[in-house]
């Protein structure tokens, strides 16, 4: 078995994509065969439970918000996974757990992750896989709950250097408080528009 097919028996990444953590660009002419295959336009890669061939380039929730997409130096690159990656497989890291199939309600839980959920809150008590699969609770908050979740997964798999785990966490306690998050001094975001920018890591 090659080194290639070791890696993507992993995870189903490919070797170029394991060295995006290097900064490794991927070249011309592999973006330009991508986009004549058509699957750039498609959305295809929108609803995939893999990871896409090219990574988004994206930004901080302040760098977002402000519009600014001019970077200094070589941009940081996205290679996140939607919440139906995450809820499709098993090999989560961090050590955070998936349910077994074989017993109920056994993995790792919503607020083992994000400690400052309260005993209160809906998304107490439920396990974070049974959260990135999509529960019904979560559709009246524009299923704020599995995109944070699947941030935060794809935070620690190091695939969204531009946002941190306690960023993360921090979207969560403000707007579980407050209803709304600040990504900059005078900017809040409502459940909605956190939705927004977390699929724009990924899309």
């Not at 559709?139 to 946002?163: E, I, K």
Request: net charge positive.
């Amino acid at each position: 078995m090659t080194t290639q097919d070791q890696h993507k028996e992993n995870d189903g990444r490919s070797s170029s994509e394991l060295k995006h953590g290097s900064g490794t660009q991927f070249p011309g002419e592999a973006r330009r065969r991508f986009t004549k295959a058509g699957l750039a336009t498609t959305g295809v890669l929108m609803t995939m439970a893999s990871r896409p061939v090219l990574g988004c380039t994206t930004q901080s929730p302040s760098g977002f918000q402000s519009g600014n997409q001019s970077h200094r130096g070589v941009p940081q690159t996205s290679y996140a996974c939607s919440p139906c990656y995450w809820a499709g497989t098993t090999s989560w890291p961090g050590g955070l757990k998936h349910d077994n199939p074989d017993k109920k309600n056994n993995g790792t839980k919503f607020q083992d992750v994000f400690t400052d959920c309260s005993k209160s809150s809906k998304y107490y008590g439920v396990t974070c896989s049974d959260l990135v699969a999509g529960l019904s609770f979560d559709s009246s908050n524009y299923y704020v709950g599995m995109y944070l979740m699947a941030a935060y997964l794809n935070s620690l798999s190091h695939w969204t250097p531009f946002l941190t785990t306690q960023k993360i966490r921090d979207m969560f306690t403000q707007w579980q408080s407050k209803g709304k998050f600040s990504p900059s001094p005078g900017v809040y975001w409502n459940a909605a528009q956190i939705v927004t920018y977390l699929k724009a890591t990924w899309t």
